[in-house]
């Protein structure tokens, strides 16, 4: 992937995040025990996807904030990998959400490492 698709990428990853969390509002578990944790992941998350957004819109300049993005997909990654491994989290739920947000992660470092080789970032 050239540098040039970074944009895409963190356009893309947005889009994915938004079309995935914001009907979450809506149906939310009926037998939900702890709904403010439930609604401040949603918030949270949606917040991040906004974040992406701008890194699109200049990924040289918000290069750092990269790095926290590349945290906020390993966080549900690595649980997701977790949860599926005791039996918790279906297989689906595991491909859609989990594996792809470590791809995503992946993707998100490679990006940040991309930034700094470029001639008019960090490295120059």
């Not at 995935?20 to 709904?35: E, G, I, K």
């Not at 974040?51 to 040289?60: E, H, N, R, S, T």
């Not at 959400?97 to 700094?116: E, K, N, T």
């Amino acid at each position: 992937m050239s540098v040039s698709r970074i944009p895409l990428l963190f356009r893309v990853a947005a889009a994915y995040g938004l079309i995935a969390l914001l009907p979450m509002y809506f149906r939310a578990p009926a037998d939900l025990t702890h709904p403010a944790f439930y609604f401040g992941f949603i918030g949270v998350a949606t917040a991040w996807q906004l974040a992406f957004l701008v890194i699109a819109q200049d990924p040289l300049r918000y290069r750092l904030i990269i790095l926290p993005g590349i945290v906020e997909k390993l966080g549900f990654g690595i649980a997701a990998v977790w949860l599926w491994s005791v039996g918790r989290l279906s297989d689906p739920l595991l491909a859609l959400g989990g594996a792809l947000d470590l791809v995503m992660a992946a993707a998100f470092a490679w990006a940040f490492v991309a930034l700094g080789r470029h001639p008019a970032g960090p490295a120059a």
